[in-house]
């Protein structure tokens, strides 16, 4: 059977595409602090005054001024008043990939156990992909399905492997690693991280700080949206104006999107923002990570959460799963895109879904705007994806992983070069 790939399409719908003027706030900030990075200005230097910036960015005021107070937040820089004021540098900045995923992984609320439970997975990759396609004889993949046997597969086990950064996909890898380090070590919470990754310590950035916790508790419990705005002030003792300020940097950082209207509210975004994945994307490309490389990363990475997905469903999510694949078809993407996001909000973990999502993304991106054109049997697969979840409703997990590698097989006959 003749099967279309529109990786434009697949590209765009892994992708997030900022639409909101706050979003264009946050691209301006992050080519401002990027500009300031490049030409190592230290602290005090003036940027630029307000309308000099705007017209340079083609931005309106109020734009400018949002991109500011992410500026403000992330601790780079700061507006001063008067005839001499503008934007100064607060100090000298590093933006690296590593500070920056840290930064989002404290404010997406990463978890003790879900930093031990990626760390293992992550360490399964190393091997994987190190062993891989040298181990012929199959002794990796006896003991992954012995290993998704045990009790509880991805908790039990602590291996640490040490990477080599010149090689490109451990560089990448090594971003993720360093990041959920960074998170883990810092014991006193949101305030040490963004001192550690270039926050703020204004009082708008404090109530992001705290904001910022409460919604990841909200989150941990499935629930997706936050308390009233009202609510929220009185609880932290500052005005309306710096709740909503913090409540713009949450949402600029893609944290929560924020409703206006009488039915307005503040909610919890369960998908990872564009500005992540251009960032994890652009630094795959900078390593040089070749097909050869990624694709044995990304097979690992989601043969676990296949796994984590089965785990974790409920009977209502095996449902809806089957539902999905039944109205799957490969000639149109988001359908595809539709369940793979499913089993990424039912794993809960965003280091494990960010890194398979940012894999795919970069996949994606390598073909650019083609459409390829390949051959195969398309009820084999969807009899096949049936099967593998009916495996993993029964929690037999090595029947399902062993039937999900003959997917993989089978999508990567007709993908052929991508």
């Not at 979003?23 to 301006?28: D, S």
């Not at 919604?215 to 308390?227: G, K, Q, W």
Request: overall charge neutral.
């Amino acid at each position: 059977m003749k099967i279309c790939f529109d990786w434009g399409a697949i590209h765009k719908g892994l992708v997030c595409e900022p639409k909101s003027r706050a979003t264009a706030a946050l691209l301006c900030a992050e080519q401002i602090r990027d500009d300031i990075s490049r030409r190592g200005y230290p602290a005090h230097q003036l940027v630029g005054k307000a309308p000099d910036i705007c017209k340079q960015f083609g931005l309106g005021r109020e734009t400018f001024l949002e991109a500011a107070r992410l500026l403000e937040n992330w601790g780079v820089a700061r507006m001063r008043r008067g005839a001499q004021g503008g934007l100064i540098v607060v100090k000298n900045v590093q933006t690296t990939p590593t500070a920056k995923l840290a930064r989002y992984f404290q404010l997406r609320g990463l978890s003790k156990a879900q930093i031990h439970e990626a760390r293992t997975i992550l360490n399964l990759a190393i091997r994987y992909c190190r062993d891989w396609p040298v181990d012929q004889s199959g002794s990796f993949d006896r003991e992954f399905r012995y290993c998704i046997g045990m009790r509880n597969p991805f908790t039990d086990q602590d291996a640490n492997y040490k990477l080599r950064s010149e090689i490109p996909w451990e560089n990448c890898l090594q971003i993720f690693i360093d990041a959920i380090d960074t998170v883990d070590e810092c014991t006193e919470g949101l305030a040490e991280i963004a001192a550690a990754s270039g926050g703020s310590h204004s009082l708008a950035g404090y109530a992001v700080h705290l904001l910022a916790g409460e919604i990841a508790s909200l989150d941990r419990e499935d629930r997706h949206r936050t308390r009233s705005e009202a609510s929220i002030t009185a609880n932290l003792g500052v005005s309306r104006q710096v709740t909503r300020q913090a409540m713009r940097i949450l949402q600029d950082e893609g944290i929560v999107q924020c409703r206006l209207g009488r039915s307005g509210g503040v909610d919890i975004l369960p998908e990872h923002p564009a500005h992540v994945i251009r960032l994890l994307s652009a630094s795959y490309r900078k390593a040089g990570l070749t097909r050869a490389e990624f694709f044995p990363l990304l097979s690992i990475i989601g043969r676990a959460n296949r796994i984590l997905c089965g785990m974790r469903a409920s009977e209502r999510d095996f449902n809806d799963m089957t539902r999905l694949t039944a109205e799957q078809k490969f000639d149109e993407p988001v359908t595809q895109i539709k369940r793979i996001k499913l089993d990424w909000e039912i794993i809960d973990n965003p280091v494990l879904s960010l890194l398979e999502q940012s894999l795919a993304t970069y996949r994606a991106s390598l073909a650019g705007e083609t459409v390829s054109t390949g051959f195969g049997n398309l009820q084999l697969i969807a009899d096949r994806t049936l099967d593998q979840l009916n495996a993993l409703r029964a929690r037999n997990f090595a029947l399902a992983d062993s039937l999900g590698q003959h997917i993989d097989a089978e999508i990567a006959v007709i993908t052929d070069t991508f």
